[in-house]
């Protein structure tokens, strides 16, 4: 199930929820800062694949690089994100990465 929905006020951002997977694609640079994303840890990677569980809700906001991100329990079927996305991925899921570009992201755990 695909839910869309815009964010209040002048022309928001465009919010997808996909299997618990929340992407917002282009936040403001207003919402960023209000998050203070710039001020979270980085994380980055090379293109790779590998299994994660969620031991807690992550946020992460992309600068570079392109996921699919395969819930466990969902028949092969995927949540795609990349550079420019904020995502939050919730508590308790097991998933594989599977990174086809690099990443680099800007990250918080909750």
Not at 25 to 31: D, G, L, Q, R, Y
Not at 87 to 96: A, D
Request: aromatic share 12%.
């Amino acid at each position: 199930m695909v839910i869309r929905a815009t964010e209040g006020g002048g022309g928001g951002a465009m919010v997808t929820e996909k299997m618990g997977i929340k992407i917002e694609c282009n936040p403001s640079e207003t919402k960023l800062n209000q998050l203070g994303v710039r001020n979270w840890p980085k994380w980055g990677c090379p293109a790779s694949k590998f299994p994660w569980t969620y031991s807690s809700k992550e946020t992460c906001y992309l600068l570079k690089g392109k996921v699919k991100v395969y819930p466990d329990g969902y028949d092969n079927e995927f949540v795609e994100f990349g550079a420019g996305d904020l995502v939050e991925l919730p508590n308790g899921m097991k998933c594989t990465w599977d990174v086809s570009e690099a990443v680099d992201k800007h990250y918080k755990f909750e």
